[in-house]
């Protein structure tokens, strides 16, 4: 009897815990201005749990973006030197995605695939395809899938989105880059809204290379944040990564580990 009773007791508290990706649809869609008003005690809950988050997105703002206006001020608009794309990062043993060096190998275009697997308990696996016409300008197709488990019943939430990315600073250490495009959320959201996004690849030293990225979608009267950051062992075309990714979903945020792959054509 008294095993029942607090199975009874802790069923709504484990329900309460497992509705992440419902309340980020919620937030995301264009009803959530409709939704009635919890209760305070839930506010001063979610209150406690954004406050990791909120110093995590300062310690962002004040780092990674200012970091990145200040290396990309006054280039936003003038033309770049000559380079080209490498077959591969580490070819040459020195260089990373871009070369100077004119080489009978190097190439005017590239195709790089991605796929990884965001651990936590809202699992996720991102497929990601980045397509070169020219050593300045890629197209970005990316598609998220988060997936998590109930007790009575599954969520899901599919995030795609297109981006054209200008590849302004394209050194051999290491490239900047920043572009604009559109995001559809699926679901039950299913809304399109605009979008932006800025990164950046280091190669220090063969065979490690540093991913940090950025992108930020206005979807309705809320906001689908991602940051990425990401360490890579390169075999040839071939590259290895793991890494921490933080994802704001409307109102919800959740971070964790990744692990992934990326082959280059």
């Known amino acids: 009897m008294n095993k029942k009773l607090l199975l009874l007791l802790f069923i709504p508290c484990f329900l309460g815990a497992q509705n992440t990706l419902s309340n980020a649809k919620d937030s995301l869609s264009k009803s959530s201005n409709n939704s009635p008003v919890t209760s305070s005690s839930k506010d001063d809950d979610d209150d406690d749990d954004s406050v990791g988050d909120t110093i995590f997105e300062s310690i962002f703002e004040s780092i990674f973006l200012d970091f990145f206006g200040y290396m990309s001020y006054n280039l936003i608009l003038g033309e770049g030197m000559y380079t080209e794309i490498t077959p591969y990062p580490y070819f040459d043993g020195k260089s990373g995605e871009y070369t100077r060096v004119l080489n009978d190998k190097n190439k005017r275009t590239n195709i790089k695939l991605n796929a990884n697997y965001f651990v936590n308990r809202v699992s996720g696996i991102e497929l990601n395809a980045v397509v070169k016409p020219i050593p300045l300008l890629g197209i970005e197709l ?5 997936n998590e488990e109930g007790l009575f019943t599954d969520e899901s939430l599919n995030i795609t989105s297109i981006n054209a990315n200008y590849y302004r600073v394209r050194e051999s250490s290491f490239s900047m880059w920043w572009g604009i495009g559109a995001t559809y959320v699926g679901n039950e959201v299913d809304s399109w809204g605009v979008s932006y996004n800025l990164g950046t690849d ?56 990744v692990l992934g792959i990326e082959i280059n054509f």
């Open 142 to 146: 990316d598609y998220l899938n988060f």
């Open 202 to 257: 280091i190669y220090p030293v063969k065979p490690i290379s540093f991913h940090v990225g950025w992108k930020q979608s206005f979807i309705n009267d809320n906001t689908v944040n991602v940051f990425k950051s990401q360490v890579k062992y390169h075999l040839k075309q071939t590259a290895f990564y793991t890494g921490y990714h933080n994802y704001k979903l409307g109102s919800e945020t959740i971070s964790g580990l």
